[in-house]
């Protein structure tokens, strides 16, 4: 079971870095502008923060495994949709529902702790986890050489062909769940949820092609703002929310929730700009002149790191404890990014950078949901996960914007394009060393010891 679920959870991290390397050919490969092709990627990152809370919420009501189906479904579809199409919309609505998929995440892990004894919950919550960052690195370089190989399309068929494989392991080998909340799904909460993000997110993440201070940009942030302070309030007086703000703003909720924005951030700050510093020209200066898939394979390692890490980082969490590990991780990464601004001018210096932060990724990512499970009632463990994997989403998210920004504001011409400088990809890595260091120092007030629920799970002995 814990397998299957940690292959889910891979495919749909998979899906969040599946276009990463052919989104400089979109604009030739679909005949549209450069800023209307980053929807692509922008359509998968919205719909992912969107509907992970909403299908945590629906997991606790209606069943964790039924949900993980639909989504998978939703998934496949959205594969298909992208397969067949040669133009921009339908590419950007098949985008907009793989992005769905990364909701089964936090449904697997929650599903792990309804069933599992004690004993084996951490590795397993460990693993699972980890699939966030794991699934996302292994995707580059798959991406990478099947759109080097082959059409373009045949990135969405794979897509839509492992959809169709872990959705029959989940329908065969994971079982129904046994552990619902009562009340009723929140459907105004959900609209105001996804409005709100939508509109916070969009100014995040098309700041740089809107402009910081554009009327697009400055509306959709504030209507997105003013929707999200309406929905706290609803929520507070709802008799089935769909987040419990009560519980959200719980000391080790909220604090962990808290870092995992930082935390995402420092990730993602990271898949931005080692990238580009492989693949630049090494005429520039500064780049190392690697091809795409190259570049993909040297980051690759970071993922199997994370995914190695489950077992070290449930044993570390057992004995010393969840929080602990999460500050260990943190500062792991922190030294990543310290190294990081020392050090990028070969490539065996940007493959230790980026095992580093698997190294920190790994331990603090299997803290996180221990941290929430801990700390919620066990109706609420999809919910409340799912609410982590969404803070995690406004750091990744917000880390692209930023990173964009300041590798864009730190650029010289180079023929007929503009390059980031050595000092815009220092920059990015003091400030990536900055979000880890956040997440260190939040990690430290959270409580050593809470009142927990008592597990209303399956019989631990």
Avoid at 319 to 327: K, S, T
């Amino acid at each position: 079971m814990t397998a299957v679920l940690a292959l889910t959870g891979m495919v749909a991290a998979l899906m969040q870095m599946l276009v990463i390397p052919i989104v400089p050919e979109f604009p030739r490969l679909l005949d549209v502008q450069a800023s209307d092709a980053t929807w692509i990627v922008t359509a998968t990152l919205l719909s992912a923060a969107v509907f992970t809370p909403i299908a945590g919420r629906l997991g606790d009501l209606y069943g964790k495994r039924r949900i993980v189906l639909v989504l998978l479904v939703v998934m496949i579809v959205g594969s298909v949709i992208a397969a067949s199409s040669s133009v921009l919309l339908p590419l950007i609505v098949g985008r907009a529902l793989q992005g769905a998929a990364i909701g089964v995440i936090p449904l697997g892990i929650s599903i792990l702790r309804d069933t599992l004894h004690p004993d084996r919950l951490g590795g397993a919550v460990a693993l699972v986890s980890a699939t966030l960052g794991f699934g996302g690195a292994i995707g580059l370089p798959l991406s990478a050489w099947i759109s080097q190989t082959y059409d373009w399309h045949v990135l969405f068929w794979t897509a839509a062909g492992l959809g169709v494989v872990v959705l029959v392991l989940v329908a065969v080998f994971i079982p129904v769940s046994t552990l619902r909340t009562g009340g009723r799904f929140d459907l105004p909460g959900a609209i105001g949820l996804a409005v709100g993000l939508t509109g916070v997110l969009l100014a995040v993440s098309k700041g740089n092609d809107w402009g910081w201070t554009s009327v697009s940009t400055l509306v959709s942030g504030l209507v997105g703002l003013v929707v999200l302070v309406l929905f706290g309030w609803y929520q507070l007086r709802v008799a089935s929310p769909l987040v419990d703000l009560r519980v959200a703003v719980r000391p080790a909720v909220l604090l962990t929730n808290l870092a995992s924005i930082a935390l995402g951030f420092a990730l993602f700050g990271s898949n931005v700009s080692l990238p580009q510093l492989l693949e630049l020209p090494t005429e520039t200066g500064v780049g190392l002149g690697q091809t795409i898939m190259v570049a993909s394979l040297c980051l690759a390692p970071s993922g199997v790191v994370m995914m190695l890490m489950a077992p070290v980082a449930s044993r570390a969490t057992a004995r010393f404890g969840a929080r602990l590990c999460l500050v260990v991780g943190g500062a792991l990464i922190v030294v990543s990014y310290a190294v990081a601004a020392l050090f990028f001018s070969q490539v065996w210096q940007i493959v230790l950078v980026s095992v580093l932060i698997g190294f920190g990724i790994g331990l603090a990512y299997a803290a996180m949901p221990t941290l929430i499970m801990h700390a919620v009632p066990a109706t609420e463990t999809a919910a409340a996960n799912g609410l982590n994997t969404l803070m995690r989403s406004l750091g990744t998210t917000s880390a692209s914007a930023v990173v964009g920004l300041l590798l864009t504001a730190n650029s010289v011409p180079f023929g007929d394009a503009l390059v980031p400088t050595a000092d815009g990809f220092r920059l990015t890595f003091v400030i990536g060393g900055v979000a880890a260091l956040v997440s260190v120092v939040i990690a430290l007030f959270i409580p050593r010891r809470e009142p927990r629920y008592e597990r209303a799970a399956l019989p631990a002995d």
